[in-house]
């Protein structure tokens, strides 16, 4: 059973930069997408973006275009999330998940998130 | 831009059926059947419990329902039970790699 280990919590000053990570454990990232997805105190989820990477290809939610990059190491079975100039509005839990890519018609793909890491807290502030 | 409207709240008592609601504004919602629904208790990770609509991943209960109709899904959970008190949040693909999920709706059993 396949289990996503999420690296530890974090405190950032604003306008700086988090980068959170994501392993694999008992599986791997083939055939899947990568989600990230947010979640403030007190609030829902919010689907930050994907990537895929057997076709390195990510999607970003138009909120964060600009502020987020996600990458994959394949060899590793590891994504990472990096966020950017940070603000106390993205004081978070950021959770990442996995879903079987299916491809609906090149170059969309669509997936469901069965397997969730734990959550990684992201507190910003001075 | 495509939004996803959910209830704040429902309740209901043991035993009862629930219902709850996950609308869409965009037309993609409407086209694919890409909605899924999790579970969240307190302070854990959301938990899958629909997706495509209406199937159901291996080890959920038959109680967990799922349907779409237009721009409207919606999650029935029958014969309620007090262990199902959570969050419930639903999902879907709104077109060109983009998901969105809905505000969350909290369910109390009374």
């Known amino acids: 059973q396949v289990q996503l280990m999420q690296s530890g919590a974090e405190v950032k000053e604003p306008g700086s930069s988090v980068k959170v990570s994501c392993k694999a454990s008992?599986?791997?990232?083939?055939?899947?997408?990568v989600t990230w997805v947010r979640q403030a105190p007190g609030q829902g989820l919010e689907w930050m973006g994907g990537?895929?990477?057997?076709?390195?290809?990510?999607h970003y939610a138009q909120k964060f275009q600009g502020r987020v990059t996600l990458s994959a190491d394949k060899s590793t079975s590891t994504g990472y999330l990096e966020l950017s100039s940070l603000r106390s509005e993205d004081t978070a839990v950021y959770y990442c998940?996995?879903?079987?890519?299916?491809?609906?018609?090149?170059?969309?793909?669509?997936?469901?998130?069965?397997?969730w890491g734990e959550g990684t807290t992201v507190t910003v502030s001075s | 831009q495509s939004a996803l409207t959910q209830p704040a709240s429902v309740s209901g008592s043991p035993g009862q059926s629930i219902t709850i609601s996950c609308t869409g504004t965009?037309?993609?919602?409407?086209?694919?059947?890409?909605v899924s629904w999790f579970q969240q208790n307190p302070g854990k990770a959301p938990k899958l419990i629909i997706y495509?609509?209406?199937k159901r991943p291996s080890g959920i209960s038959n109680r967990f329902s799922g349907s779409k109709s237009g721009t409207t899904a919606s999650l029935t959970i029958s014969g309620l039970q007090a262990e199902d008190e959570a969050d419930y949040h639903c999902?879907?693909?709104?077109?060109?790699?983009?998901?969105?999920f809905g505000g969350g709706t909290k369910l109390t059993v009374l």
């Open positions: 998940a996995r879903g079987l890519a299916t491809i609906i018609y090149h170059p969309y793909y669509y997936y469901y998130l069965d397997v």
């Open positions: 008992g599986g791997t990232f083939n055939n899947y997408a």
């Open positions: 990537i895929i990477p057997d076709v390195i290809t990510a």
């Open positions: 965009g037309s993609d919602f409407a086209y694919y059947n890409y």
């Open positions: 495509d609509v209406s």
């Open positions: 999902c879907s693909y709104v077109g060109s790699n983009i998901m969105m």
